[in-house]
């Protein structure tokens, strides 16, 4: 079994994840600003700050496996590539792969086409910085990081969050960079978190964007 690390464990997906790996018996650990108020058994929740580097980096080199599932929102509104930047820097430093939460804007329809991210005219406008800061991470940040570092950027379908939770299938479909279903796709958080601790523990994936969808 895996020492995980999740950083922003009590967020909608990175719960999901935690508690998806939990169940299988990896030794999770999940980081955030503030604890939860319900805690899962054999899960070792700490409150910190993704910004104090020397408390992260502590925690990235006791790890098998690091988790980003930061939101560019919020305190991390202004930082977040900044952070990330950071924990790929450290992750590479200990040997540890990097799996991280991605957007669904960062996707193709189909391939060769644009990125959704090329147009938000159809999304609200306050959250046009939030997505674009999210899907910098793999047009720019990720593929500049050293080779040496094994990431894996994982992207939910279109409908995913929050505000339209979905049921728990037990199954999922995983695709490229391209959207497995482009005309939108659902997937809830549980089937996600499913598909992604599926990517950790085969660990065929190397630097490359994947996609999960039902």
Do not use: C
Not at 9 to 31: D, F, K, N, P
Not at 38 to 51: A, L, N
């Amino acid at each position: 079994m895996s020492r995980i690390l999740v950083l922003g464990g009590t967020g909608y997906a990175g719960s999901a994840i935690v508690a998806e790996a939990a169940a299988r018996g990896h030794q999770v650990t999940a980081l955030s600003r503030s604890l939860p108020e319900k805690r899962i058994s054999r899960v070792r929740y700490v409150e910190g700050d993704v910004t104090d580097e020397a408390m992260l980096s502590a925690s990235v080199r006791d790890s098998d496996v690091v988790v980003g599932a930061l939101a560019p929102r919020g305190q991390l509104a202004s930082v977040f590539r900044e952070v990330y930047r950071t924990v790929m820097r450290l992750a590479d430093a200990a040997g540890v792969p990097l799996f991280l939460v991605g957007g669904a804007s960062s996707l193709r329809p189909a391939p060769g086409a644009e990125r959704f991210v090329a147009d938000l005219s159809h999304l609200p406008a306050e959250l046009h910085d939030e997505i674009r800061a999210g899907a910098a991470l793999i047009l720019e940040d990720l593929p500049a990081a050293p080779a040496s570092l094994d990431w894996v950027f994982v992207s939910p379908a279109l409908r995913f969050g929050a505000r339209m939770p979905g049921e728990r299938l037990g199954r999922y479909r995983l695709g490229g960079d391209v959207a497995v279903d482009p005309e939108g796709g659902a997937i809830s958080a549980p089937d996600y978190a499913l598909g992604f601790v599926d990517l950790i523990e085969k660990g065929e994936r190397r630097r490359e964007q994947v996609n999960l969808g039902n």
